[in-house]
């Protein structure tokens, strides 16, 4: 799942858009005119009449990074103009950028720090932003910058307004690694890149607060995390990835958090790399994951 | 799991009651001054202070069936009246007489028979209640009786009355193996045992009906289901077991209802067996599953 | 999953090769200048440069039974003479053709027979065959022939033979559903079309005979199965499914068989979906599951 | 499952030996006579005739430190005289101490020391000792002293020597966090303390070296993890937990290994969580696990 790492000539080329017969055919074609040998493809259509169309595909071209301008080009025209899709052309050596706001629990942090650091995510942390102090050390260890911006009643706006000073055009994803304020629609707006969310239930089981202690009272017997993109609807937003583990009777609130962070931190980092491996598609308020 | 086939000296005690030292003691006092041997012992209270207390031995004690009605009288001595604790006492042998309800789909329906037939279960279905009668042929090749109990508009009450006839006095349990009907208030009041359901969700999730369909559209990437005693509350009673599958984005409503019919029938299943052995201890809203 | 049922005009195109650049543009070609819609691709690489190629593609094509000799030469010259790759073009509303072997345990023998009966499995159980007489009634409860050949000692030879008057010809594919009996490698190279086995085991752990009771002893904390294809090699063939459940200290060889018939049973039913599906690809010993 | 931290008046009771009438009224007898309360208590019996019991009591007794001497004096009679069983009493507020053995790969050492320094695991981490100097720096970030002990061709009985010095006396368990050097008999019969090991396969199935790589070249769908109490025979100890996680055929070895890691960090985590809190009894070459 990881083939962009080490490889300096490996790209991809997401496209989506509505369904016609011949856009594997086009793409392809467009590919391979241009000395780009196929590694991977999925494709998928949400129906085979007059339904959306999604394709990944990772090619090998010796020299892309010289290459990729004229591919560009042609890709606009033969799938833009010709076919009326929309397409990413990304080099996979270029990793994503992401500032990660985090509140006082580190589970989901560390995992996504400790993975970068050792060369399993293709992102680069530019920076670890908190409404709280406790973890500037920790995250400083690992040689990325640690911003405080306290948010407190009545100051949400102005410290959004901080956060992104910090983050626009700085970044190219927002974690939200257990971040717990909720970003304002205006924020959203602003950014102008991903956000991705780690909710600590199995949406749209137990949505809002709490969902622990509201899980233990209706005595389910799994608890799970849901990681999916920020939207102005809260816990709403399409979901990327998902999991569970088997609790029982016999463990307390606090025991399912410890057991649900296990699940967290998994499911957002397996969320974090799907996307920065651009394997993740928006549909609406789903989403295609190759 | 299934000490109690085949052994007809073994018995189940469950105590439930506020919690208070000794109680241990004094149960496993009672049955080896009786001459049982405990076979296994689980113990689980809700707090050590001012909990809730639940028990669930099994034991083995050679002329069980004759020795039962003294050790009966026993306990109600020094655990009834002494200790305020309620029990039930139960020879493992006994298998719950149950009654299946269903409508059309047969997944849940036939995997309980097969189960049955194979000795899996301790459990001797007397019948299946349906409001359909295409599964009248498949059930009876079973040797079992098969009612057919209409429910149309205007006539549930009439109807439940009928079920009512057919179940009360004959069975331990009610299974609604894919029942899609609503039992009534009325209906769960009369009938004086208990009644399990399988729910096509992993509730609290997708509560209602459709979930499949609700699940594809909010773009869930685990489909699960949920069994649970039936309560006035609809899909709110305690969960005994739940379950979930993954699913992808390229699977249809309809694949998503294939994949989770494997997890209903197994839910379901697990569900019944642990009642069957008296593993399951409702506590309020929840359960306690040994 | 299951894109081929109640589609006539769906076809599929399994390609696999040495790798080179524009596979995939050729294969997209052809079909687009034929008028099919690739409905989905899959497409793998065991090594960008100089390593194995495979695809499966799922289009739509009106007319499909008349135009696909035509498309078959097409795809003969360019795929086969051109590049040098094997491939097979199917329709997807045939059916594969199978005869299932069984012994005594009936659990994965009922649940493809019922999966097939609820239209699940794109396959059409031509015969069951079997060692032993027991299963007769369940299987022609059906409508589906079953056939006795006794293996006894010295006999081997004998009913190896009449087993393949019965399916050579008949059958696309041998189902061992729990078929106690070991398989000559004569009798593998005759029948000619692929032989799946259900193994009660997660191989290679607990290869051969008793894998519950070795299990039972080892201590371990899970137990699984396996499908996958049978070769002279004694459970060594290339895997196609596996899976795995939870079990602990408390339970019996005999309830380590149960649990694990649960698994059996839903690994077989998958692998063979697959298998009709034309999802699998044989590499070496391995394969590929699209 | 981690009812130990925080209370300094629980108290763990583990018995075993063999099955006989009365044991647990004898020891719940014993418990509240001391003015203890049972706050849980598992049993099992390996057979109902003749078979081993093992049972753990979690309980609450006020004073417990002043009072365990004399609980301990009268368990020594009724269960060690009386009965002829093997019993622990251990204080649920005294962590155990632990030497963490590592090489060079990081992820099971820095899920423990997280764990840790949250308070998830009832252990203290007294040392880290590694054949290699890299993860020197990281541990002594977490305030732990690191010791480096080269293991080379011909100085490993040396080697073995001064690993003793470190830890006899000061530990009561080792746990092999991804340590890559085979412990010698002689130094397992030396430390006297028990060692865990994490093995990076699902065991039996490819015990020694490069599991993943005879895992990939096998073709499995799964892949798994093993934790045990190391024995003499290598990779035959009993097992006290298993993991697995799905794999494709689109995998590298390497990305098995990445995956491979999370199922190893959270196996051993969870059978070191387990083996702190009393909850596993070795049985010959298996384990309960309550």
Not at 13 to 22: K, M, S, T
Not at 176 to 197: C, H, K, T, W
């Amino acid at each position: 799942m990881n083939e962009s790492i080490h490889n300096v000539d490996t790209g991809r080329l997401i496209v989506q858009g509505a369904d016609r017969p011949g856009i594997v055919a086009s793409v392809s074609g467009v590919l391979t005119r241009y000395g780009a040998n196929i590694v991977s493809l999925d494709q998928s259509s949400s129906d085979p009449s007059g339904g959306r169309f999604f394709q990944r595909t990772v090619f090998h071209l010796p020299g892309l990074a010289a290459r990729l301008p004229a591919l560009q080009d042609a890709l606009e025209v033969e799938l833009g103009e010709e076919l009326g899709l929309d397409f990413r052309l990304v080099e996979a050596s270029r990793h994503k950028r992401a500032a990660l706001f985090v509140s006082k629990m580190d589970h989901c942090l560390l995992d996504l720090l400790w993975r970068q650091r050792r060369g399993e995510l293709p992102m680069t942390v530019r920076m670890v932003v908190s409404n709280h102090p406790e973890l500037a050390g920790e995250v400083r260890q690992f040689g990325i910058p640690f911003f405080h911006v306290p948010v407190e009643k009545g100051n949400k706006a102005a410290a959004e307004k901080e956060q992104l000073n910090l983050v626009k055009g700085n970044v190219d994803l927002v974690v939200l690694a257990r971040y717990m304020q909720i970003l304002s629609g205006d924020f959203l707006d602003e950014v102008g890149v991903p956000v991705i969310n780690i909710h600590h239930s199995f949406l749209p089981a137990f949505m809002g607060a709490g969902p622990y202690q509201r899980a233990k009272e209706r005595g389910v017997k799994l608890v799970g995390a849901t990681a999916h993109y920020v939207t102005e609807e809260l816990d709403e937003g399409p979901i990327i990835e998902q999991d569970v583990i088997r609790v029982s009777h016999g463990e307390s609130v606090r025991e399912l958090q410890r057991k649900g962070a296990d699940v967290e931190r998994l499911v957002l980092s397996r969320a974090v790399a799907w996307h920065c491996e651009d394997r993740v598609i928006r549909d609406g308020n789903t989403t295609v994951v190759f």
